[in-house]
């Protein structure tokens, strides 16, 4: 949890509708966080909210890829809690398509969604994290910026963007104990998964569950992983 704050620790949760994020939400509110939760569909909030037990949360549901919407989830967070400890960069968008098919308005959708949200929040937590000297941010992004399917010409380079925030955090919040981490998952399963690839290409005892990734970021953001600050942690699939 933060350094040197009193009272329960605050986490921003984004793509907390399911999968990854879903897990995230019910792991840190286990550890005594405060939440909000954000994705794009408000019933699927208030499921995560429910299983979590986080009755306390809030739910904000909006797309992070508008500049001022993803502001107004840190300004809405610091009028629910009055503080802000963790961000978990989680949402995003995988679609597979092949370099030759690939077209402005994909890049611009893939971009949006999986490098300019995080970094819309990322800019507006910022502040606070100064204001605090403490906040850690956690980006998922995936082995894939290593090892790249076919197809994901765009969406592993969004994913790469967020390593270099990782890095650029940590170098620049060193000093204000500011600390940033890349949690890089292969196959997970989740329902972003199946969209791309049916069992037949990809089985399930091939994938991650959802939990084992969760964990990790968990990890981080209460300050387990504190020596991998401005790294990127693998967790390969099986």
């Given at each position: 949890m933060s350094d040197?704050?009193?009272?329960?620790?605050v986490a921003i949760v984004t793509g907390a509708g399911s999968g990854i994020g879903r897990s995230v939400a019910t792991l840190l509110h286990a550890r005594g966080f405060e939440l909000t939760l954000i994705g794009r569909t408000r019933s699927k909030l208030e499921e995560t909210a429910a299983l979590?037990?986080?009755?306390?949360?809030?739910?904000?549901?909006?797309?992070?890829?508008?500049?001022?919407?993803?502001?107004?989830?840190?300004?809405?967070?610091?009028?629910?809690?009055?503080?802000?400890?963790?961000?978990?960069?989680?949402?995003?968008?995988?679609?597979?398509?092949?370099?030759?098919?690939?077209?402005?308005?994909?890049?611009?959708?893939?971009?949006?969604?999986?490098?300019?949200?995080?970094?819309?929040?990322?800019?507006?937590?910022?502040p606070v994290f100064l204001a605090q000297r403490g906040g850690r941010?956690?980006?998922?992004?995936?082995?894939g910026t290593v090892d790249p399917f076919a197809g994901?010409?765009?969406?592993?380079?969004?994913?790469?963007?967020?390593?270099?925030?990782?890095r650029s955090i940590a170098n620049e919040g060193a000093e204000q104990g500011i600390r940033a981490f890349s949690v890089n998952p292969g196959a997970v399963e989740t329902?972003?998964?199946?969209?791309?690839?049916?069992e037949s290409i990809l089985p399930r005892n091939r994938t991650l569950d959802?939990?084992?990734?969760?964990?990790?970021?968990?990890?981080?953001?209460?300050?387990?992983?504190?020596?991998?600050n401005g790294r990127c942690i693998l967790v390969p699939s099986p």
């Open positions: 040197g704050h009193q009272g329960h620790p979590a037990g986080a009755t306390n949360a809030l739910r904000i549901a909006c797309d992070i890829a508008d500049s001022e919407r993803a502001a107004a989830c840190v300004d809405r967070t610091l009028e629910r809690f009055g503080r802000l400890d963790v961000l978990v960069n989680n949402a995003g968008i995988a679609p597979v398509v092949p370099i030759g098919e690939t077209t402005e308005e994909l890049l611009e959708e893939v971009f949006y969604a999986n490098t300019f949200g995080p970094a819309f929040l990322i800019a507006r937590a910022w941010v956690i980006n998922v992004s995936t082995m994901f010409f765009a969406y592993a380079a969004s994913k790469s963007a967020l390593d270099s925030f990782t329902p972003l998964l199946r969209q791309n690839f049916g959802a939990s084992a990734v969760a964990e990790v970021i968990v990890a981080c953001a209460c300050g387990e992983w504190d020596g991998e």
